[in-house]
């Protein structure tokens, strides 16, 4: 079968590998009918340490079921499926807690899914991770599919940052980031209630997209500026933050933003180290973040209001692409011409 791999940095590139198979009863191999590129993998995409060859860290798709271990029950082979970058396992503390995305029996990337730019999948941990979806792709729209795409990752992490964060009917929100996840973070705050949601962006598609999704006011300064400028808005700070870059030029903005004792959610994936905890101790705030509850919230919520037509998170993919394409793809993305890429697969 056709994956994406990584070339060198500013290159991925296709190979033919082994289609993957069943290794563990919890197992489902998945034929992919739609894929995207992360913002996170742009990290991976940008790093000149990158091995040549490195397979792909795609983890976002929808498909098909192909194939499922002895132990899984909860699907079967012709099953429509979204698959989560999450595989909790929905029976441990964590699961149980709502967090199933660092589930306490899968550690560390054990729980997470890579290499998903390709025409299979082998999804570790099916039984409970796996989502259904009714029907067969043939039953919905172009528009229906891709937001049932984002249900992989993108929407539920903005809503897990709205939902660490504690968002709740009359806060007043600000949203760090203009990507896909700060989009999806706009409709979360929505969905919870918020009375002001402010987008900081400098891009006009992207300031008008968060727009048509929620938010109340655009801010396109950045640094002390953009932080007196949502202070002039809101008549002084935020209730809440929700990071979605992971940049520490991101995170000060969030603290910034806040009044004493707001709350920050977030997602972006860290790259940064020296924030230490306490720092905040002066100013009381409430900060939580990591990956995303995502087969919770898709069960729960996500899925519903995807399908009922009440949120429309696939508007964030932009551009669409092969996979023979997937170097486009991620280029668009890296030089921010996409907000998103979207791979369809024949
Ligand atoms: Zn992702
Ligand atoms: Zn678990």
Known sequence: MKSAVYVKAGQVG???????????????????????????????????????????????????????????TTVKPGDFVIAPFTHGCGHCDACHAGFDGTCDEHPGMENWSSGV????????????????????????????????????????????????????????????????????????????GASQIIIMSRHEDRQNMALESGATAVVAERGEEGIAKVREILGGGADVALEC????????????????????????????SNHALGSTFAQNHIIGGGAASVTTYVKQELLKAVLDGDINPGRVFTHTYKLEDIDQAYKDMDERRAIKSLIILE
């Open 14 to 72: 296709i190979v033919d590998v082994a289609r993957p198979e069943i290794q563990s009863p919890d197992d489902a191999i998945i034929r992919i009918v739609r894929t995207c590129v992360c913002g996170s993998d742009l990290w991976s995409y940008r790093n000149e340490n990158m091995k040549a060859g490195q397979i792909n860290s795609g983890h976002e798709a929808l498909g098909i079921v192909e194939a499922i271990g002895d132990n899984v």
């Open 117 to 192: 730019q390709a025409e299979y999948m082998r999804f570790e941990h099916a039984n409970w991770a796996l989502i259904k979806v009714p029907g067969q792709p043939s039953d919905y729209t172009e528009g229906m599919l891709n937001s049932l795409l984002t249900l992989a990752d993108v929407m539920p992490t903005g809503y897990h940052a709205a939902r660490v964060a504690d968002v709740k009917p009359g806060d007043k929100v600000v949203i760090i980031g203009d990507g896909a996840v700060g989009q999806c973070a706009v409709i979360a705050a929505k969905m919870r």
């Open 245 to 272: 870059v992971g940049t520490e030029a991101s995170i000060d903005q969030a603290l910034g933003v806040l009044h004493n004792g707001g709350r920050i959610g977030f997602v972006g994936v860290p790259h940064y």
